[in-house]
């Protein structure tokens, strides 16, 4: 996970990693935005739906974020 902190404001990104990486040309694949939240594999034209982050409390009680991601 990448953090970038500017101006009060905190940003949290991570990369998308196609669910076909075990070939490892997907491995750093780049992805078409084809609709809210669905990506298209430019490899292998599998799409990736990100669902809405959701921020838990872990079992150390920090608090960290869950990204689901479903294929289609």
């Known amino acids: 996970m990448?953090?970038?902190r500017k101006d009060g404001v905190m940003?949290?990104?991570e990369l998308l990693v196609c669910s076909n990486y075990s070939d490892m040309r997907h491995f750093?694949?780049?992805f078409d935005k084809v609709g809210d939240n669905r990506y298209?594999?430019?490899e292998c034209e599998q799409i990736i739906i990100v669902k809405e982050p959701v921020l838990v409390h872990d079992d150390k009680g920090m608090l960290k974020m869950q990204?689901?991601?479903e294929t289609e």
């Open 2 to 4: 990448h953090i970038k």
């Open 11 to 13: 940003t949290m990104s």
């Open 28 to 30: 750093k694949s780049t």
């Open 40 to 42: 298209q594999c430019k």
């Open 67 to 69: 990204v689901v991601v």
